[in-house]
């Protein structure tokens, strides 16, 4: 593992223009223009460039399996409308046309918003019946049987050293609780799920919402892709929200209840996950293991406050 990711390092750019440049050709296509960096961190990198066709973007990231070219490769051929078009993937990168419309906003009507809600269930339950090709993918199994390896193999990170004595022991009573909540409320079946479904990865074009960055996705509970639009909607609008997304999964509004009250762990995992991928000198990687122990600690707060 390096310090760093490898587009942050100047010796990376030319050969990525190469890549770049061979990956076009095969579709034939030829760049025109500079590679312009758009975004470039610890987690991804996204650029811009003219190509004899049009405008594309460029995006890499630090490779969650199976990484997002792989995801959008399979999500295009079945969801064209609903996921950038990809014009080719090549070595962990995807190569994708400008995205269609704008921003989903917040202060949007609730139209939009529950629109938006509809379509994202519509996929994910479209994707239910191809949930064990996604698995032996590479995709990360959050199905009933695999929380508990995950809870524990979280209780063994280095990270949670950061914690008190007393927070560690009070954790570990919980944990119990955590894992049957889990198992007990996990009723539907599981789902491929888009972990980061909030307002800057939504775009409204004139075929409805388009959904992007699907480079940390699980199989697990429909809730938890619902969860991150309802971080950003305002709050008077979560009910019809919450009914737009649970009627195309057939999912019954108590077993979302239930669920949610797992999504912070959850939240915790998803950032553990990402730790496995980025050095521990890396800044990203320092901000993820602090949310790491912060969301544990308002977790433990909710539940003594419930007890």
């Not at 929380?147 to 979280?154: C, G």
């Amino acid at each position: 593992m390096t310090e760093h990711a490898p587009w942050m390092l100047p010796a990376w750019e030319a050969p990525a223009r190469e890549r770049l440049d061979a990956a076009l050709a095969q579709v034939g296509r030829a760049r025109t223009g500079e590679v312009q960096v758009h975004r470039a961190w610890g987690r991804s990198c996204t650029q811009t460039t003219m190509t004899d066709a049009g405008k594309v973007w460029i995006k890499h990231d630090y490779g969650l399996p199976p990484g997002e070219a792989v995801v959008l490769r399979e999500l295009a051929r079945r969801w064209p409308s609903r996921v950038p078009e990809v014009v080719v993937t090549y070595g962990g990168a995807v190569v994708m046309e400008p995205l269609p419309g704008r921003e989903l906003q917040p202060d949007d009507p609730v139209e939009t918003w529950t629109r938006t809600a509809a379509a994202l269930a519509e996929l994910l339950a479209g994707e239910a019946v191809h949930v064990e090709s996604w698995l032996a993918a590479g995709v990360r199994d959050r199905r009933p049987h695999a929380w508990r390896p995950a809870v524990e193999q979280l209780l063994e990170s280095p990270v949670l050293e950061r914690l008190s004595a007393d927070e560690r022991r009070q954790l570990d009573g919980f944990v119990p609780d955590f894992i049957e909540r889990y198992e007990t409320g996990f009723v539907s079946p599981p789902c491929f799920i888009h972990q980061d479904s909030g307002c800057c990865n939504i775009h409204i074009g004139d075929q409805g919402p388009v959904f992007f960055d699907w480079s940390d996705v699980v199989v697990g509970h429909p809730t938890f892709s619902c969860d991150r639009l309802l971080d950003q909607v305002p709050r008077q609008h979560h009910a019809a929200v919450i009914d737009a997304f649970i009627e195309p999964l057939g999912l019954g509004l108590e077993e979302f209840r239930a669920m949610r009250r797992s999504n912070v762990l959850h939240e915790v995992l998803r950032y553990h996950d990402e730790l496995s991928c980025l050095a521990e000198q890396d800044q990203i990687h320092i901000n993820l293991s602090n949310s790491v122990v912060s969301q544990l600690r308002v977790l433990m707060r909710h539940e003594a406050s419930q007890g």
